[in-house]
């Protein structure tokens, strides 16, 4: 059982190049989300869905797109990369009704 | 809108001293809080959420409704609890998690 699993774990990107985030769960979890983790700030929502073929903005969207066409799979789409993309990308599941999130093991992303 | 705040970016322990790591929550609703853990090289993982009311690794949290608090506690720290602490709130029955700015744990040998 895989759990939550983000490809790749390391990518640097030029100022304008775009790139997927890739996340897979095998848990059945209607619910995916991408967080960033910067800093002193935590980690910060990016979108989230709660099912296949909806999805939602978190609190900082801008830069960033999201599709869930299958509820395994929630990939995060970075359309013009800016160094203030810079961040590590966390991608989560949740079960119904307040159950624990898995977390994937990150992706540590450069834009320069 | 929901707020979880944790004012310790830092916090050194010696070992086998007592451990607090406070946690304060804004929410307008029914809060259900928890506490996630990443250890060096690893992934974010649960630690403890209230509803459960239990000890793991000798860490509790009390959720204080009237100080609208959840510190985590434990009373002996050990060094494998050197770690990064994140403090999270959601509403009941909604998944999504508000997280705290984090409290990097360094337990001194």
């Known amino acids: 059982n895989a759990g939550v699993t983000q490809t790749p774990k390391f990518q640097v990107l030029k100022t304008g190049q775009s790139m997927t985030l890739q996340c897979a769960q095998d848990m059945n979890h209607e619910y995916m989300s991408w967080y960033r983790q910067d800093p002193g700030m935590g980690l910060r929502l990016i979108h989230y869905s709660v099912g296949a073929g909806i999805t939602d903005q978190g609190e900082v969207p801008n830069g960033y797109n999201v599709s869930r066409s299958t509820t395994e799979d929630f990939p995060l789409r970075l359309l013009s990369a800016a160094p203030s993309q810079t961040s590590v990308y966390f991608c989560a599941s949740t079960g119904g009704g307040n159950t624990e999130a898995f977390f994937g093991q990150g992706t540590r992303l450069t834009v320069v | 809108a929901q707020r979880v705040t944790q004012p310790e970016k830092l916090l050194s322990v010696f070992k086998g001293a007592p451990v607090e790591l406070k946690c304060n929550y804004s929410?307008?609703?029914?809060?259900?809080l928890f506490w996630y853990v990443q250890y060096s090289r690893q992934r974010l993982q649960l630690l403890l959420r209230h509803i459960s009311r239990e000890s793991i690794k000798g860490f509790t949290a009390d959720l204080n409704k009237g100080e609208t608090s959840f510190h985590l506690k434990k009373p002996f720290a050990q060094e494998e609890d050197s770690a990064m602490y994140y403090c999270?709130?959601?509403?009941?029955?909604?998944?999504?998690?508000?997280f705290g700015t984090g409290t990097r744990l360094t337990i001194i040998p």
């Open positions: 999270a709130l959601s509403g009941f029955g909604n998944e999504k998690l508000t």
């Open positions: 929410y307008s609703g029914s809060p259900e």
